[in-house]
């Protein structure tokens, strides 16, 4: 897999798993957290494969397959039984496989807590005797009181598992809060060695010192005009970008709009098929498709090496969560840009975000490039046009969606 040599987040948490202790390991996006708990795990499970051997939790799908893509390159040479426990998959598999007894399960909270509540005991007895438990982005597992709070379906979830004193709970974040931090301090049975805590290159939530980031004052008028004609300079044409949005129906228009403008892009949102967000992002690894339009769901752990611009065509109301977003780009010491889309009401959000992060961005520029000429002269009639047809397109993939639910339309019409 060409790892040479352990990086810092792995050369600290290893050891210390292996020992048997607790772990709490904060690292910035992109340092290698999954081989820091992944390789331990599959180290403990070869000296004694028995059962359901570790549980890992993670929120959302693609991060649960790319973990469990990652375990099972890792465990090659070795025999894993391993199992995927997301939302767009069929229960009814999913259950026979958990009743199979895996060695690993990789499951997002809502899923696993579906199948605690439904699927039986026969089902889920054996996750009773689970030796490892990892909440890999546990900043976002034990948030609470957010809208969408995954919270209840974790607790849920570590209610069959056997408790705290009796397995060994590994905790992975780029995010060091501190409700996380606190939890070293929680009471420790005689027999458990104190909680290990391991923060690396977490100074004020640190960026990666490789990314330039950058801000684009706009019109929010035409915020639209403005994308297209940025995505068509030089310096950026050649680029594999990821767009993104605050909102679903804003990632859904643009892929439309960007698309309609002959731009090679595919989209990830929640509102997509399971099959469908695999495919997209598979097609934009492969780069079959230059731009990605996603929501913050392909904001965390994503490992896609490729990717030289993040943009934000809508700032995030949590600086965090821009963090995160960034992080898609300039990974393992590889450079990256981001621009940020800074309209007339957004400068209080960009203040935030650069005291987050302790760095101030600079105003982006392109030599020979006059953004707003170009937009003017170029893109305000073109732009107006396919704008129309997107928005056409979309309601009428609506109609024909409703007619569908209400079996009006059948889904293979005869010629």
Not at 35 to 64: H, N, S
Not at 235 to 262: G, M, Q, V, W
Not at 277 to 297: E, H
Not at 374 to 388: D, N, Q, S, W
């Given at each position: 897999?060409?790892?040479?040599?352990?990086?810092?987040?792995?050369?600290?948490?290893?050891?210390?798993?292996?020992?048997?202790?607790?772990?709490?390991?904060?690292?910035?996006?992109?340092?290698?957290?999954?081989?820091?708990?992944?390789?331990?795990?599959?180290?403990?499970?070869?000296?004694?494969?028995?059962?359901?051997?570790?549980?890992?939790?993670?929120?959302?799908?693609?991060?649960?397959?790319?973990?469990?893509?990652?375990?099972?390159?890792?465990?090659?040479p070795q025999s894993l039984k391993a199992v995927l426990i997301t939302g767009g998959s069929d229960m009814r598999q999913q259950a026979t496989a958990l009743a199979q007894r895996p060695h690993l399960v990789i499951a997002t909270p809502g899923r696993l807590a579906d199948h605690i509540r439904t699927s039986g005991e026969d089902t889920i007895c054996a996750l009773r005797r689970v030796k490892m438990v990892v909440l890999?982005?546990?900043?976002?597992?034990?948030?609470?009181?957010?809208?969408?709070?995954?919270?209840?379906?974790?607790?849920?979830?570590?209610?069959?598992?056997?408790?705290?004193?009796?397995?060994?709970?590994?905790?992975?974040?780029?995010?060091?809060?501190?409700?996380?931090?606190?939890?070293?301090?929680?009471?420790?049975?005689?027999?458990?060695?104190?909680?290990?805590?391991?923060?690396?290159?977490?100074?004020?939530?640190?960026?990666?010192?490789?990314?330039?980031?950058?801000?684009?004052?706009?019109?929010?008028?035409?915020?639209?005009?403005?994308?297209?004609?940025?995505?068509?300079?030089?310096?950026?044409?050649?680029?594999?970008?990821?767009?993104?949005?605050?909102?679903?129906?804003?990632?859904?228009?643009?892929?439309?709009?960007?698309?309609?403008?002959?731009?090679?892009?595919?989209?990830?949102?929640?509102?997509?098929?399971?099959?469908?967000?695999?495919?997209?992002?598979?097609?934009?690894?492969?780069?079959?498709?230059?731009?990605?339009?996603?929501?913050?769901?392909?904001?965390?752990?994503?490992?896609?090496?490729?990717?030289d611009l993040v943009i934000n065509y809508d700032i995030p109301r949590n600086p965090d969560d821009y963090i995160h977003r960034v992080g898609r780009t300039a990974r393992a010491g590889r450079k990256g840009e981001s621009v940020t889309f800074v309209g007339q009401r957004d400068v209080e959000l960009v203040h935030a975000i650069e005291a987050r992060v302790g760095r101030q961005m600079e105003a982006w520029e392109e030599?020979?490039?006059?953004?707003?000429?170009?937009?003017?002269?170029?893109?305000?009639?073109?732009?107006?046009?396919?704008?129309?047809?997107?928005?056409?397109?979309?309601?009428?993939?609506?109609?024909?969606?409703?007619?569908?639910?209400?079996?009006?339309?059948?889904?293979?019409?005869?010629?």
């Amino acid at each position: 897999m060409a790892i040479k040599r352990p990086t810092a987040i792995q050369k600290g948490c290893i050891p210390e798993i292996l020992k048997g202790r607790d772990c709490i390991g904060g690292s910035r996006t992109g340092s290698g957290k999954t081989v820091a708990f992944a390789v331990p795990i599959l180290q403990k499970w070869a000296e004694d494969p028995c059962g359901v051997f570790g549980l890992v939790l993670t929120p959302t799908r693609e991060l649960a397959l790319q973990i469990y893509e990652q375990f099972k390159a890792i465990s090659s040479p070795q025999s894993l039984k391993a199992v995927l426990i997301t939302g767009g998959s069929d229960m009814r598999q999913q259950a026979t496989a958990l009743a199979q007894r895996p060695h690993l399960v990789i499951a997002t909270p809502g899923r696993l807590a579906d199948h605690i509540r439904t699927s039986g005991e026969d089902t889920i007895c054996a996750l009773r005797r689970v030796k490892m438990v990892v909440l890999d982005e546990a900043d976002r597992l034990l948030a609470s009181g957010s809208v969408g709070s995954m919270l209840p379906d974790v607790e849920e979830c570590l209610s069959v598992v056997p408790p705290p004193a009796k397995r060994q709970t590994l905790l992975f974040t780029a995010t060091m809060t501190p409700e996380i931090r606190a939890l070293k301090e929680l009471p420790r049975t005689p027999e458990k060695p104190p909680v290990f805590l391991c923060e690396v290159d977490l100074q004020a939530l640190a960026i990666p010192a490789s990314l330039n980031q950058m801000y684009l004052q706009i019109q929010v008028t035409h915020r639209e005009h403005y994308l297209h004609m940025f995505l068509l300079t030089d310096h950026n044409l050649p680029k594999s970008i990821i767009i993104f949005c605050n909102r679903i129906s804003t990632a859904d228009y643009l892929t439309h709009l960007l698309r309609l403008l002959e731009h090679r892009v595919t989209a990830l949102h929640s509102k997509l098929p399971q099959r469908q967000r695999i495919d997209n992002l598979g097609r934009f690894r492969a780069s079959a498709a230059r731009i990605l339009v996603a929501t913050d769901v392909a904001a965390r752990g994503l490992d896609i090496p490729e990717v030289d611009l993040v943009i934000n065509y809508d700032i995030p109301r949590n600086p965090d969560d821009y963090i995160h977003r960034v992080g898609r780009t300039a990974r393992a010491g590889r450079k990256g840009e981001s621009v940020t889309f800074v309209g007339q009401r957004d400068v209080e959000l960009v203040h935030a975000i650069e005291a987050r992060v302790g760095r101030q961005m600079e105003a982006w520029e392109e030599e020979g490039v006059n953004l707003e000429t170009r937009v003017i002269r170029e893109a305000l009639k073109l732009v107006g046009e396919k704008t129309r047809e997107a928005r056409l397109e979309i309601e009428e993939g609506r109609e024909v969606g409703g007619k569908r639910k209400r079996g009006m339309v059948k889904l293979r019409p005869n010629k």
